[in-house]
């Protein structure tokens, strides 16, 4: 299995350490404007969210 590219896997794993403080029955909400860094930050969300069984939803919030 190939590896993931290093900002992949930081990503993950700062997603990651902050979801191991969440209590149990929790939703995670994920607020998103469509640009590259808010997209990948949900994308992350909802990859560690469904392996920990944690619902996740997301939130467009436009700026500017």
Do not use: K, N, Q
């Amino acid at each position: 299995m190939p590896s993931l590219p290093p900002a992949i896997a930081e990503i993950r794993l700062a997603v990651r350490t902050a979801l191991a403080a969440l209590p149990e029955g929790s939703t995670i909400i994920v607020a998103l404007s469509g640009g590259a860094d808010s997209l990948a930050l949900a994308a992350a969300t909802a990859f560690e969210a469904s392996r920990l069984h944690v619902p996740c939803r997301t939130r467009h919030t436009p700026t500017g």
